[in-house]
């Protein structure tokens, strides 16, 4: 299919550049000139690759993002609150960016129980949902999430239907999937596709769409959220991503390894999620050394990202070096305590075990709650956390505490 946005670019002619960016070697990276089209008023090249992206993905109004799902998280957030919702319900485990817009926004977050019996968290069921949305707004469910799994949507729907209230999606890594019926798209009112994610997209494209009477306030939500100097090579790299065809000898040679490593039964051929519990760190090192990296560690399992750019030679390459690694048994996480209240005090790592947590911290990526607001603070995590290379939610390296404990 036709990249419009590659082609307005190769089409270029030479010119003196009296215009942004300051590095002034006009190439890819231009900025709004008579031919290239602006993204927040688009009627050329940008307008008609948004419209292909619309059918392709399935909405009534998408918008391309330079600013990553970070900024459709926003916009999604923005929309609601511009139509009146105020309560979100939202997994306890999202993203980071979905509790720093609720607060930027003033929303409240209704926190959907998760269990997290073999260390990552699990999808909400039905009955925390059915309690959830009765306290909110609006729902928003991660699909699929970091681990690989999918949200009910189907049941979410079902549900926000008969309540009349919206369903948003974050989709930030299941771009992939908007060939099959497990998009979250198909289900969701507004929605956003982290295309740099599992789609061959420069990091931080993104597109936030809408489908209906939300296309109207998500339209003015992404002029607030989105940058006004967008890069067109991201621009060109999130159509053609969008555009990306499937490629099922990856997604078969993806579910293979998956059996053959043992790997966590997840719904997402892209992510495979090998358990190593407390070898992870070990296993990482040694993969490391043969110029291999996984997308994380979290200290339980380490997650390899795949999209339909990915060579079926290295998903083998994959499955040659890990089969024989030494594995130990997942630790299961502590249940969550429940919010508490009163002052809060940051400590060190080892100060705050046992502890109930004040602020979410974790690893970056994946960016959920390691350990979440309200859940005890266990040796294990705390040590994790001090060991992470990058963290959130920690400042200085301490942990947010209840004072009263
Ligand atoms: C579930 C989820 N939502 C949103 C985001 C934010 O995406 P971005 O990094 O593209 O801003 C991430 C990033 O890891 C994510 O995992």
């Known amino acids: 299919m036709r990249c419009h946005i590659v082609r307005m670019l190769r089409a270029q002619r030479r010119h003196t550049s009296f215009h942004t960016p300051g590095h002034k070697r006009p190439g890819a990276d231009i900025t709004e000139l008579p031919y290239s089209d602006d993204l927040s008023d688009p009627t050329g090249v940008i ?23 970070t900024s459709g998280v926003f916009s999604m957030l923005y929309a609601l609150r511009l139509r009146g919702c105020r309560r979100i319900c939202v997994p306890t485990y999202a993203h980071k960016s979905v509790f720093h817009a609720c607060e930027a926004l003033g929303l409240d977050p209704v926190l959907l129980a998760q269990e997290s019996a073999q260390g990552y968290p699990a999808q909400p069921g039905q009955r925390a949902l059915e309690e ?59 929605w956003v596709d982290g295309v740099h994610k599992s789609l061959p997209a420069l990091t931080q494209g993104a597109v936030v769409s809408a489908r209906g009477a939300w296309v109207a306030p998500l ?10 100097s967008p890069s ?55 993969l490391e050394r043969h110029g291999v990296y996984p997308e994380f560690n979290d200290g339980n399992y380490l997650m390899f990202y795949l999209s339909p750019a990915s060579r079926v ?46 602020r979410a911290c974790g690893i970056v990526p994946p960016c959920v709650p390691l350990i979440a607001a309200g859940e005890v603070v266990t040796a294990q995590k705390a040590a994790r956390l001090k060991g992470a290379r990058h963290t959130f939610g920690l400042r200085d390296g301490r942990i947010a505490v209840y004072r009263e404990q």
Request: hydrophobic content about 45%; glycine content about 8%.
């Open 313 to 358: 030679g290295d998903v083998r390459k994959l499955v040659r070096l890990t089969r024989g690694l030494h594995r130990e048994p997942v630790c299961a996480a502590p249940a969550l305590a429940g919010r508490a209240a009163g002052e809060v005090a940051e400590v060190s790592p080892e100060e705050a075990v046992g502890r109930t947590c004040a």
């Open 132 to 190: 959830g949305l009765a306290q909110a707004d609006a729902l928003l469910l991660t699909s699929p999430d970091y681990y690989g799994f999918f949200a009910p949507l189907r049941q979410a729907r079902a549900l926000c239907d008969a309540q009349g209230k919206p369903l948003a999606a974050d989709g930030a890594h299941g771009a992939h999937l908007h060939f099959t019926s497990a998009y979250a798209g198909r289900y969701a009112d507004l």
């Open 219 to 228: 339209q003015e939500a992404v002029g607030y959220f989105r940058t006004s």
């Open 47 to 69: 307008a008609a690759a948004q419209a292909d992206a619309a059918r392709i993905l399935g909405s009534d109004g998408s918008f391309f993002l330079t600013d990553g799902s």
């Open 232 to 286: 067109y090579p991201i621009l060109a790299s999130v159509e053609y991503a969008v555009k990306y065809p499937r490629n099922l000898a990856v997604e078969r040679a993806a579910e293979k390894a998956k059996r053959a490593l043992g790997a966590l039964a997840n719904d997402d051929w892209t992510k495979i999620v090998l358990p190593f519990g407390a070898s992870a760190d070990a296993a990482e090192a040694y």
